[in-house]
Structure formats: structure tokens, C-alpha cells
């Protein structure tokens, strides 16, 4: 399956035209429950539970609020992968595995699409925090995805000072 297409068939079910991306709204699409967890220790971002009578994603709510939401796109990303686990516990990112790698795709495909990205971009000059608060990511993560999708080489990415 083409993750980019996939994003976009989401984006239209949803009627999302701009960021950033109600990301809470998606997993509800998809019958996951999102719950927040004062509890997890700071190593657990999140986890995705799939049992028979429950449907949810746990998040931890201490982190900041931008990584929380890459962590529930990152869940809505095994789940709509097939990563066909009862439950996986994500204590980190970066295990280096097939799976994690295709749900972190899924999570920067959905919170930085990839056309509504180049349209921003091509409609005014842009630098990467005013991106990254406007699609509600890090500037981490917005820097990353203009680099794997090239739109940083666009003329109208402005540098920075
Ligand atoms: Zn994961």
C-alpha cells in the first residue's frame, strides 16, 4: 500500500484542507480511542492495543504536545500498516525495525502531507519553525520531512538568518 495515497484518501474522507492535521480526529476514524496516560514512564511514548472488545492508543501525556501527536500518528500507522500485534509498546522511536521505520513514514505522511506542504511552500516563502508551528511538529521532524520529500530544495524554502 502507498502511503501517500493513503493519506490522501484520509485527508478527503475528513474533509482536512489545511494544517495542521486534527490527528485525533483520524485515529477516531479508525475506531481508535485515544486515552492519555499521566503514568507511562518517560521512555513509553505510546502503545496501540487491539484486543477484541478494545480499540485504543495510549499516549503519554507528559511529553510535549508535538510529540504526542507524532506518537498517536505513529500508532495510527501500525494499525493502518497491518502490524497485526495485539499490542506494541513503542518505548522508543528509533528501534530499527522494519515496522517502527513504515509507521514513523505513515506518522510524517499524515501530519506533513505531502501536497499540502508543497503548497505552502510554493505559496509563500517559509522558514522551518513558522512550518513547524503551523503543522503542529517539531522542528525536527519538519525538518526531516523537507528533506526526504526534496521540498527544501525549493527556491521558496527561505533561509535562515
Ligand atoms: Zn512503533
Do not use: C
Not at 495515497?5 to 485525533?24: G, M, Q, T
Not at 521512555?43 to 504526542?68: C, F, M, W, Y
Amino acid at each position: 500500500m502507498e502511503i501517500r495515497s493513503k493519506v490522501r484518501s484520509i485527508l478527503k474522507n475528513l474533509n482536512i484542507k489545511e494544517a495542521p492535521i486534527p490527528v485525533e480526529r483520524v485515529a477516531n476514524l479508525f475506531s481508535l480511542e485515544v486515552v492519555y496516560y499521566p503514568k507511562f514512564p518517560d521512555s513509553v511514548s505510546g502503545t496501540i492495543i487491539k484486543d477484541e472488545d478494545l480499540h485504543a492508543i495510549g499516549i503519554n501525556q507528559n511529553h510535549p504536545e508535538v510529540r504526542q501527536r507524532f506518537t498517536i500518528a505513529h500508532e495510527i500507522g501500525h494499525y493502518i500498516m497491518g502490524h497485526d500485534e495485539n499490542k506494541i509498546l513503542d518505548d522508543t522511536f528509533d528501534k530499527n525495525t522494519d515496522k517502527e521505520r513504515e509507521a514513523n513514514k505513515f506518522a510524517s505522511e499524515l501530519l506533513m502531507p505531502y501536497d499540502l506542504l508543497k503548497s505552502d511552500i510554493e505559496q509563500k516563502a517559509q522558514d522551518i519553525p513558522s512550518l513547524a508551528k503551523k503543522y503542529e511538529v517539531s522542528e525536527q521532524a519538519m525538518s526531516i520531512r523537507l528533506l526526504e520529500t526534496s521540498l527544501i530544495n525549493s527556491n521558496n524554502l527561505k533561509k535562515p538568518l
